[in-house]
């Protein structure tokens, strides 16, 4: 094997490992499958009833799109006072991940 084979080889493999976190910074990851709901923040306001989302995906670890962001979850819920944060992480087998914040506040 000639050494440009072997560190394209070297290259490959490293790229089937990289779509194991380009969506998730969850504490927990499965790599054949992960499904998961965690706490991201607190504030000390007061816990309101509205709740908004905002969403993006990853395909393969090579094609990421979408807006997760506090803002965008404020918006999508009509929430001016955030109470809590938490996300929604899902992957499986790293060819198709789901990343969801979901804003809680008033």
């Known amino acids: 094997m000639s050494k440009t ?3 394209l080889s070297i290259a490959a493999g490293l ?3 990289t779509s194991c976190a ?3 910074t969850s504490p927990l990851t499965g790599f054949l499958y992960s499904d998961l709901t965690a ?3 607190v504030t000390e306001s ?3 009833t509205k709740m908004g989302t905002a969403t993006a995906q990853s395909v393969l ?3 990421a799109t979408g807006d997760a962001s506090v803002a965008a979850a404020c918006r999508d819920g009509g929430i001016t ?7 929604y992480a899902k992957s499986i087998l790293g060819i198709i991940a789901t990343y969801e914040v979901r804003v809680y506040g008033s």
Do not use: E, N
């Open 81 to 87: 006072k955030i109470h809590h944060v938490d996300f």
């Open 61 to 63: 670890g090579l094609v």
């Open 5 to 7: 084979t072997t560190l």
């Open 15 to 17: 790229l089937l490992f």
């Open 46 to 48: 007061d816990v309101g």
């Open 22 to 24: 380009v969506v998730t």
């Open 39 to 41: 706490p991201h923040s």
